[in-house]
């Protein structure tokens, strides 16, 4: 009996590794996806930002990401928002970022902020 079990089992793992690997390349496509569709802000997202909050913004999250906290990041995202429509893809951003722990995509975005 054991001898049909391990040929019913041995059947059955061409059928696995088929599903295994649809489901590894719809894992794949969906990471893809994810950073096709990540926001991202253009140059005149940036220039739009005045400039009086965006050298203080860029400080803020970059002092929170160093020290790793997303907690802030998400804090300030929220902040920034209030203060001018102008920053509310820059909210959305941050905390895109602060969910994928991107740390260093903070730090980026600082940068490009600080210009």
Do not use: H, Y
Request: charged fraction near 25%; charge should be negative; aromatic fraction near 4%.
């Amino acid at each position: 009996m054991n001898c049909l079990n391990a040929k019913a089992v041995g059947d059955e793992i061409p059928g696995l590794e088929n599903a295994f690997n649809q489901a590894m390349e719809s894992v794949q496509k969906l990471g893809a996806f994810s950073e096709e569709t990540a926001c991202k802000l253009s140059n005149e997202e940036i220039a739009a930002i005045p400039s009086e909050f965006a050298q203080d913004i860029a400080k803020r999250i970059r002092d929170a990401a160093d020290m790793g906290d997303v907690m802030t990041l998400s804090a300030i995202a929220a902040e920034i928002k209030t203060l001018s429509d102008s920053c509310v893809p820059l909210s959305k951003q941050i905390v895109q970022l602060a969910e994928d722990f991107d740390l260093d995509g903070i730090q980026k975005l600082a940068d490009d902020l600080d210009v």
